[in-house]
């Protein structure tokens, strides 16, 4: 299956400052990954929907202009979280799609202070 | 719209007992069913799927069967050890090719002592 990897694994930033996470196919051409959130003992939720060339199909409920996703190129998405609060302090995973199957990244670690 | 249920647990076992998570469903048409894994501070790994009713999906001794009159796929381990200890999530998929979504359980962690 593919093989997804994400940047950083961890960060930690102030509130109100943005930040960038990254999420890359290393050997498939994804034209479609998906961004998840993670909340402590809770299912992921699947945030958006991310298409190579075109925007991005989001959740109901997903703020679009605080969640802000790129995805310039078939091997990586970007997902921006702009002016960040502690309530968006989260595990973010990533996935590609590929023949009937998802394929996660390891995932991200957001804490904001 | 599409749901998916499962224990949520915490299932705490002895190591070489048997384990059952219980996983139903509630979808249109034939979902895909999955079953993934989360180890600590990582993401999702696919641990087994079956596409189609009385499929049996099995991976490292895992298995779990479609079953399509109880919209079920229970997830069965005969002999759990240590290293399984992890979360487990039953998801479904009513789509196909790269452009689908999945829908997820909440998760059972699985804490397997020695």
């Known amino acids: 299956g593919a093989v997804v990897s994400q940047h950083p694994s961890r960060v930690i930033c102030k509130s109100g400052t943005s930040v960038k996470i990254e999420c890359r196919s290393l050997d498939f051409q994804a034209t479609t990954m998906f961004w998840y959130r993670q909340f402590p003992k809770k299912s992921l939720m699947l945030m958006a929907t991310?298409?190579?060339?075109?925007?991005?199909?989001?959740e109901q409920g997903v703020e679009k202009d605080k969640f802000l996703i790129n995805h310039a190129s078939l091997t990586l998405s970007t997902l921006t979280v702009t002016s960040a609060h502690p309530e968006d302090s989260s595990f973010y995973i990533c996935s590609v799609g590929q023949t009937g199957e998802q394929y996660f990244g390891p995932g991200t670690r957001l804490t904001v202070t | 719209g599409n749901s998916v249920t499962q224990m949520e647990g915490p299932v705490t076992l002895s190591e070489e007992a048997f384990l059952t998570i219980n996983c139903t469903y509630t979808?249109?048409?034939?979902?895909?069913l999955f079953w993934y894994v989360q180890y600590p501070g990582e993401g999702l790994q696919l641990l087994l799927k079956?596409?189609?009713?009385?499929d049996k999906g099995s991976n490292k001794g895992f298995e779990a069967t479609y079953r399509k009159e109880t919209t079920s796929f229970h997830l069965e381990k005969g002999s759990v050890q240590v290293s399984d200890s992890a979360v487990y999530f039953c998801a479904l998929s009513n789509g196909g090719g790269s452009n689908y979504k999945l829908t997820f359980g909440k998760g059972t962690l699985l804490t397997v002592n020695p």
């Open positions: 079956a596409t189609k009713a009385d």
């Open positions: 991310s298409n190579e060339g075109s925007k991005a199909t989001y």
């Open positions: 979808a249109t048409g034939y979902p895909s």
